[in-house]
């Protein structure tokens, strides 16, 4: 079984993205940064309703359970997906005794 974390709308070319496991903490956070060439020259402002951040920072706490080394981050088509391995829960038994 996997849990399964996506971002829509974070773009494939976001560099270096970072994460951290800390006591079972999957901390996740990237820098946008917009590069101008010398051939680009920018005149004009444009704004948009919903920007993409600058700057993205999250915190998910982790189950007890879960295999934090073998954790799974890609970054395709716009959206960020991670995967975080976690064991299949073990069939509990259950005995009912005569005690009424």
């Known amino acids: 079984m996997a849990i399964a974390v996506t971002f829509p709308g974070f773009l494939d070319y976001v560099p270096g993205c970072k994460k951290v496991i ?6 996740i956070q990237s820098k946008r ?3 101008v060439g010398e051939e680009e020259v920018c005149n004009y402002i444009k704004h948009e309703r919903r920007p993409a951040p600058q700057n993205f920072f999250r915190k998910f706490r982790l189950p007890e359970n879960c295999n934090s080394s073998a954790i799974i981050a890609k970054c395709e088509n716009g959206i960020f997906k991670v995967a975080v391995e976690k064991p299949c829960p073990k069939e509990e038994t259950l005995t009912f005794g005569d005690s009424f």
């Open 33 to 35: 940064k917009h590069e």
């Open 22 to 27: 800390v006591e079972n903490l999957l901390v």
